[in-house]
């Protein structure tokens, strides 16, 4: 089956504690990222990757960190996660980032607060 | 300014009933829309692309309008199912999302 996984689904935390929310796609889709979703605001994008070892800043990527060193797996690092940074996280991938191929399959969303 | 802007809702209509809304762009060079829908804060998933002369998904109604910067969804004949949050989305290199219009279908 196609899909886009996401571990943690739920987790708590206290502030300062390293954390990373794992993601993985099996459609060899080259363009992942990461989203938050916070009521009101919609869905802004914390960084992407186009491909392998390449990385770029989205909207809101203060506070996260990002690898791609395999294609399927596209890891969010929050080095020292704080209480602002408490939201719905979701991982996407699509077969491009062009405008052909651009839709987005999501993961199930991993539900994280800091407190 | 956000780049995609909705009318939140609720919109609650009773089964069978049409419901419309809109969103507004604010980039000018956004090339291709779509609705996205997201069922209680599970993941969104794509409804449907907007095409420039409108289009239709069964029950689903899809419009742009370039010149005021707007699409908008219509829903005919609503079923419980329908119950859900909206995204609109615009492209231009980027997508962008907007918060969302939720509907709300009584039975």
């Known amino acids: 089956e196609a899909q886009v996984t996401q571990n943690p689904r739920y987790l708590i935390t206290v502030t300062g504690k390293k954390l990373t929310v794992t993601c993985s796609q099996n459609?060899?889709?080259?363009?992942m990222s990461w989203y938050r979703q916070d009521p009101g605001l919609g869905l802004r994008q914390i960084y992407y990757s186009m491909n392998v070892e390449v990385t770029d800043k989205g909207d809101v990527p203060e506070g996260y960190k990002v690898s791609r060193k395999e294609k399927r797996n596209f890891p969010l690092i929050l080095e020292s996660p704080s209480p602002n940074q408490t939201s719905l996280y979701f991982c996407a991938s699509s077969r491009t980032s062009g405008r052909a191929g651009n839709e987005q399959f999501f993961g199930p969303g991993t539900r994280l607060t800091v407190l | 300014r956000k780049e995609v802007e909705q009318d939140p809702g609720p919109f609650n209509v009773p089964e069978g009933a049409t419901v419309a809304f809109n969103c507004t762009y604010s980039n000018s060079a956004s090339q291709s829309f779509f609705w996205y829908r997201q069922d209680c804060r599970k993941e969104p998933k794509l409804l449907m692309s907007v095409y420039s002369s409108g289009n239709e998904d069964g029950r689903f109604t899809a419009q742009l309008n370039r010149a005021s910067q707007y699409i908008s969804l219509l829903i005919r004949d609503s079923k419980l199912s329908d119950s859900a949050t909206y995204l609109c989305?615009?492209?231009?290199?980027?997508?962008?999302f907007g918060a969302g219009t939720t509907v709300t279908v009584r039975a």
């Open positions: 989305v615009a492209y231009d290199y980027k997508l962008s």
């Open positions: 459609m060899n889709h080259e363009y």
